[in-house]
C-alpha cells in the first residue's frame, strides 16, 4: 500500500514538474529528502529517548497501574456489560492506560488482546469491539512526544505549546467516535 | 493551561512518584529510553524513503498549485491549504504524516499558525485505516460501516477541532 504510495507521489512530482518547468528543483530535491529523514530522525531519538524513559518509571513504579484504577469508572461507562475485573476489561484498561501514556510498542498487543477477550463475551460482543476499535483509531495522547521532536527539529520555541489543544481536539473526536459507534447500535441488534 | 509546565509538571511527578515507591528510576528511565532509542532508529530507513518523494513532490510545485486553486475555498472556512496533504494521508500512514508534517514545518516556522494546527492535526489523529486493519485481522468478526463511519467521524472532527482550538487557544 504504501509503496504505492510512494511511487505515484514521485512519478507524479516528476510529470507535474515537467509541465511546471520546476524539473530542476525535484532533481535537486532528492539528495535532500534523506537528510532530512537523518536531521528528523535525531530530534525523535532525543525527545522519544526523554519520554520512553519517563514513561518506563512510570511502569516500574506502578503509576501506570494508578492510572488504570482512576480510568475504570470510564471504561466501564462505556463498555457495557464487560465484568470488572475480568480478562477483557483488564486488557480494554490496560490498553487505554498505554494509549494515553503514550506506549505505542505496549498499546497494541494489549488491544489485541482485548478484542480478543471481548470476541469470547456473549453480552454486546459487536458493539464493544467496534467501541474498542474506535478508541484505538481516536489518539488520546497526553504528551505528543512525535509531534514535539518535529516541532523542535524545524526551530520550534515551544515545542510542546501545542498540548492543551491535542487533548481538547482529542477528547472532543473521541467523544464524536464513541458516541456515533454507540448509536450504531442502538436499535437492538447488538448481539 | 501551558503545555509545557504541563510537561515538565509530569516528568517531576513521575519521578516523583518512582522515588516515593522506592523504584531504581535511573536504570527505569535508561530501559526505556533504549527501548524508544530502537524504535526511532528502524523507523529511519522508511523515513528516508518518504521525505525524498515527499521533498520531490514539494519541489515540484504541485502542493503550492492546488492550493492556490483551493485557497479561496479554504480561506473562507479558515483552514490553512498546506495541511491538506497532511489530511489526506494521516488516516492511511503514520510514517507518511511523520513525513508531511516534517515538510510543512520545513516551509511553515513551527510557531506559526499554519505550523501549529499541522501539528495539533498530528498530535490528535491516528492512523486510523492502518489500526481497523490490525485489529480485525486478529478476530473472525468481519469490519464493518458500524466500525469505520465512527472512526472516521472522528478523525473529521479531529481535524475540524485542531483548526478551531488553534485559533481559539494559542
Not at chain 1, 54 to 72: D, E, N, P
Not at chain 2, 67 to 95: E, H, N, Q, T
Given at each position: 500500500m504504501i509503496g504505492y504510495i510512494i511511487f505515484i507521489l514521485m512519478m507524479f512530482s516528476l510529470v507535474f514538474s515537467f509541465f511546471n518547468g520546476?524539473?530542476?528543483?525535484?532533481?535537486?530535491?532528492?539528495?535532500?529528502?534523506?537528510?532530512?529523514?537523518?536531521?528528523?530522525?535525531?530530534?525523535?531519538?532525543?525527545?522519544?529517548?526523554?519520554?520512553?524513559?519517563?514513561?518506563?518509571?512510570?511502569?516500574?513504579?506502578?503509576?501506570?497501574?494508578?492510572?488504570?484504577?482512576?480510568?475504570?469508572?470510564?471504561?466501564?461507562f462505556i463498555f457495557k456489560g464487560i465484568k470488572r475485573g475480568g480478562e477483557a476489561y483488564n486488557a480494554i484498561v490496560m490498553n487505554i492506560t498505554a494509549n494515553l501514556l503514550g506506549l505505542g510498542n505496549a498499546a497494541t498487543p494489549l488491544g489485541l488482546q482485548a478484542v480478543k477477550a471481548l470476541e469470547k463475551e456473549s453480552v454486546n460482543r459487536n458493539r464493544n469491539i467496534s467501541l474498542l476499535v474506535v478508541i484505538n483509531t481516536a489518539s488520546i495522547q497526553l504528551i505528543p512526544s512525535t509531534v514535539a521532536a518535529i516541532r523542535l527539529s524545524h526551530g520550534s520555541a515551544h515545542p510542546y505549546e501545542i498540548i492543551p489543544a491535542v487533548l481538547l481536539s482529542s477528547l472532543v473526536s473521541v467523544t464524536v467516535g464513541v458516541i456515533l459507534a454507540k448509536l450504531m447500535y442502538s436499535r437492538g441488534d447488538n448481539v | 493551561m501551558n503545555g509545557e509546565l504541563f510537561a515538565v509538571l509530569i516528568i517531576v511527578f513521575i519521578c516523583l512518584y518512582g522515588l516515593i515507591k522506592k523504584t531504581d528510576i535511573f536504570s527505569a528511565f535508561n530501559e526505556g529510553a533504549k527501548d524508544n532509542l530502537k524504535t526511532a532508529f528502524d523507523i529511519f530507513p522508511s523515513l528516508i524513503f518518504l521525505?525524498?518523494?515527499?521533498?520531490?513532490?514539494?519541489?515540484?510545485?504541485?502542493?503550492?498549485?492546488?492550493?492556490?486553486?483551493?485557497?479561496?475555498?479554504?480561506?473562507?472556512?479558515?483552514?490553512?491549504?498546506?495541511?491538506?496533504?497532511?489530511?489526506?494521508?494521516?488516516?492511511?500512514?503514520?510514517?507518511?504524516?511523520?513525513a508531511v508534517l516534517d515538510d510543512i514545518l520545513s516551509k511553515n516556522h513551527p510557531d506559526s499558525i499554519t505550523g501549529r494546527i499541522a501539528s495539533v492535526m498530528m498530535g490528535s489523529t491516528e492512523t486510523t485505516f492502518y489500526t481497523i486493519a490490525v485489529y480485525f485481522s486478529a478476530i473472525r468478526l468481519k469490519c464493518t460501516g458500524r466500525t469505520v463511519i465512527p472512526a472516521v467521524a472522528a478523525d473529521i472532527t479531529g481535524f475540524v477541532c485542531s483548526v478551531l482550538f488553534v485559533r481559539l487557544l494559542l
Open positions: 520546476t524539473t530542476e528543483q525535484v532533481c535537486l530535491s532528492v539528495s535532500e529528502g534523506a537528510d532530512n529523514a537523518l536531521k528528523l530522525s535525531l530530534s525523535l531519538c532525543a525527545v522519544m529517548g526523554l519520554w520512553g524513559g519517563i514513561m518506563r518509571i512510570a511502569q516500574k513504579s506502578g503509576f501506570t497501574a494508578l492510572v488504570a484504577k482512576l480510568l475504570s469508572p470510564i471504561v466501564l | 521525505l525524498t518523494a515527499v521533498g520531490m513532490l514539494r519541489a515540484s510545485g504541485a502542493i503550492e498549485a492546488v492550493a492556490d486553486k483551493l485557497s479561496f475555498l479554504f480561506s473562507a472556512i479558515g483552514f490553512p491549504a498546506d495541511c491538506l496533504p497532511l489530511v489526506l494521508i494521516r488516516s492511511v500512514s503514520g510514517s507518511g504524516a511523520l
